[in-house]
């Protein structure tokens, strides 16, 4: 069936930093893409999304980019601040679940220090 | 705009006693709507989902239901709670289209069975 596997963390980093946080995924049709951020006590909440083969996803300075070939979608941002640290998911919903159902990684948690 | 309305947001529990989460959402109709449970430290494993009122799909057997009594009503029941049900609960609603579209998290419930 269908995955998402994403790097482990968590993730520390330095403010200003650059960050990537590393996702694939296995699928047996052509999902969408997600990364969703999760602040410490809150529900998800989505951060970008691509819906086709080298679309790009971007808001608050990240980025990701839907990599058909290497099955990927890695989360990347320039310049991190200390406002990023959080849970971040990475997830799919695929054409073959009906559409009804989304499938999240484990997700990755990033600490960034001042 | 829609919005989606969790409660309690804290609750505290003895073991064996009965549990009613709620969730509602605003500002749109014939959602999908979504139960996950989140357990300290790990990722969101998906309960219960439901395309329709009284239409009730569940993903992993357990001694928790779920209800969908009216038409953006969501309801998660237990008769009697274990330890292990202690988690945070997060509610979702996804556009009802078919297409592999965003899910919209509430704010969620944190659960603790003592």
């Known amino acids: 069936g269908d995955s998402v596997t994403q790097m482990e963390g968590p993730v520390t980093l330095s403010e200003e930093a650059f960050l990537t946080i590393n996702c694939t995924y296995t699928a047996t049709g052509y999902p969408s893409l997600f990364w969703y951020v999760q602040y410490p006590g809150e529900g998800l909440q989505l951060l970008l999304k691509a819906t086709k083969a080298d679309d790009k996803g971007s808001n608050k300075g990240f980025e990701a980019t839907y990599r058909k070939e290497t099955t990927s979608f890695h989360l990347e941002k320039g310049s991190v601040q200390v406002s990023d640290s959080a849970v971040y998911f990475c997830a799919l919903s695929d054409r073959n679940t009906g559409g009804f159902k989304t499938i999240f990684g484990a997700g990755t948690r990033l600490f960034v220090k001042a | 705009s829609q919005t989606i309305h969790q409660w309690p947001a804290t609750l505290v529990q003895p073991v064996g006693s009965p549990l009613s989460l709620e969730c509602t959402v605003e500002?749109?109709?014939?959602?999908?709507l979504y139960w996950y449970r989140q357990a300290a430290g790990r990722g969101l494993q998906l309960l219960f989902y439901s395309v329709g009122i009284g239409q009730i799909s569940s993903e992993v057997p357990q001694n928790l239901s779920a209800s969908r009594p009216q038409d953006r009503q969501f309801i998660l029941s237990s008769k009697k709670l274990l330890l292990s049900d202690s988690g945070f609960y997060l509610c979702?609603?996804?556009?009802?289209?078919?297409?592999?579209?965003?899910?919209?998290f509430g704010p969620g419930t944190r659960l603790t069975v003592l």
């Open positions: 500002g749109t109709s014939n959602p999908n």
């Open positions: 979702a609603w996804s556009v009802p289209s078919g297409r592999r579209d965003t899910q919209y």
